[in-house]
């Protein structure tokens, strides 16, 4: 991994951790990150001894307070557009072909909240906040809050906190199905390796398969969604994985996954 100036790339086994490092900015997402972040997700992505992503914020204060606002300043319509349009970040999150759970220990604000959202899993401090405070700013979510907000929480209250911009706390985001799980500020770190490992012994390819089993709900009619579930999970009969999954039952043993 080379040395980036914003974000930080630590593996610990076959979980990665990427770090979005800019706590004296909240851990603003200014291009530098985008850019860093999209180019450690391409080298994340071949290496196959990762099989797991978290994505956190430096700090104790924030995961990502949003955009870094004082990259708006001086731009264009035509500049700000084409920004978002080459800005993959969050699509190349959705698309990852691994897991990647959003560890939010802090603010998670504007494009930190659709940082968040572009993950598989958020799971959350009780001092996290969340919101998509952008109608203050006189402008509105332009990373995906107002589609993957509204597709995961329903539209009332998606468009309530879009058009307040109001933050929640951490027990009503888990109340809206926002987060999957809020824990302690110190025991969040541990919980997220303890979820990440657990689905790190997981066949990596039925990994694959099921996450975009699972986004092709939101992606796709109920027709077409069942019947590619078919296609990706006779895939799955495709590879060693399935072989050892099964046998591994037979033989009442914990099955070993090469990801084959
Ligand atoms: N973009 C750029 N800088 C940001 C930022 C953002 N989204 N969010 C915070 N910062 C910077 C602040 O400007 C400040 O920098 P400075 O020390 O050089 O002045 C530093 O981070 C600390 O933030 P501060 O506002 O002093 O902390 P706070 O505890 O008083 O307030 C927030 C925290 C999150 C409520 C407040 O920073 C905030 O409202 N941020 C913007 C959130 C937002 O609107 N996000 C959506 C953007 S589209």
Not at 210 to 235: P, T, Y
Request: proline content about 4%.
């Amino acid at each position: 991994m080379p040395n980036y100036e914003t974000i930080l790339v630590e593996k610990r086994d076959a979980v990665a951790v990427l770090t979005i490092n800019r706590p004296d900015k909240l851990n603003a997402l200014n291009s530098k990150v985008h850019l860093e972040a999209v180019a450690a997700l391409d080298e994340l992505k071949s290496d196959s001894a990762v099989r797991v992503l978290i994505i956190t914020g430096a700090g104790e204060k924030s995961f990502v307070a949003g955009a870094d606002i004082s990259e708006f300043a001086g731009q264009t319509p035509v500049s700000q557009r084409a920004g978002f349009l080459e800005r993959t970040l969050f699509n190349s999150l959705e698309n990852f072909p691994k897991p990647v759970i959003a560890m939010v220990n802090g603010f998670c604000l504007g494009g930190g909240c659709e940082l968040a959202l572009a993950c598989d899993i958020r799971l959350a401090s009780e001092k996290a906040r969340f919101g998509q405070p952008e109608i203050n700013l006189g402008i509105i979510p332009g990373g995906g809050g107002t589609q993957r907000l509204t597709r995961l929480v329903g539209e009332g209250k998606s468009m309530e906190m879009i058009l307040t911009g109001d933050l929640i706390d951490a027990a009503t985001a888990f109340n809206l199905g926002l987060v999957n799980h809020v824990y302690a500020p110190n025991e969040l770190e541990a919980k997220t390796m303890e979820m990440a490992n657990k689905i790190a012994e997981k066949s990596p390819i039925a990994l694959q398969m099921a996450k975009e089993a699972v986004k092709l709900a939101a992606r796709s009619n109920l027709d077409e969604g069942l019947r590619r579930e078919i296609d990706l999970f006779a895939i799955c009969f495709s590879t060693e994985d399935k072989e050892e999954g099964v046998t591994a039952f037979l033989e009442k043993r914990k099955p070993v996954f090469q990801g084959k």
